[in-house]
């Protein structure tokens, strides 16, 4: 979309009463804006590739766990399907590296823990490579437009919305990993299971306190908040643009829907 289209589109959807929820993730080169319909890949070369988020079954939506779980899948299906936004030999290495993760589960615990911090340390600066941070803050300053009808003011450097977000998957890894030391410490179940488990609960737990604001909600959603320090650089107008873009492009297919 040329700049022109890109901010007609925002004014419209700074009127509309209701949008949907976006989601979305940072990468070296670009940001990745998703609603539950579509997704859209803005690159900082002005590039915008989009497509439609796989779905779920009807069925399964309200099934505690599962849908968590599908939820979850859902928020990486645009890294991992072959017409996604990264290229095969990194999507290879997430495949992998999410294969790895639980296969770790069937080493023995010391091997399993060293195994476990290496992983964690490559992906680290896989994710975190690059312009990573600072679109990672543009990311959540545009989903915050979005919800706080900020777009156009958000666009042109007015409004500065928050770069720290509370549905960030930040606060996710945040509270998957006491859970899942919960989990292992008190029930006597296969590792892998335990996995699954702790990541079901743990999205549960989170769409309960994800937006809330009171003070319990508030409290397990600290740690990952603090994180975002770390995760997050303040954007600069540019990078603010291409988060922008992004969600440009997903609210214009969701809008023509309907």
Known sequence: MEDRATLDLLARADAEGRLPRLGGMARPDGVV???EHYWAFAGVDGSVREG??????????????????????GAVSPLVRRQGVVKPRERWFLVGAIAASFAFFLLPSRLELAAGLLLSVAMLFWIMRGRTLFLHGAEHRAIRAVEDRQLVPAWSGAALPSRFASRCGTNFAALVLPVAVLFERVAP??????ALLSLGLTMEL???IEGR???????????????????????????????????ASVLRRELSAG
């Open 213 to 247: 604001t009171h003070r319990i909600a508030r409290a397990f959603l600290l740690p990952g908040l603090l994180l975002q320090r770390l995760t997050t650089r303040e954007p600069r107008l540019d990078e603010t643009h291409v988060a922008l873009r992004a969600a």
């Open 52 to 73: 439609e988020m796989p779905p779920s079954p009807r069925a399964l939506r309200r099934v505690p766990l599962l849908r968590g779980l599908m939820r979850l899948g």
């Open 33 to 35: 804006i998703v609603s």
């Open 206 to 208: 989170w769409i309960a």
């Open 189 to 194: 179940i296969p590792a892998a299971v335990v």
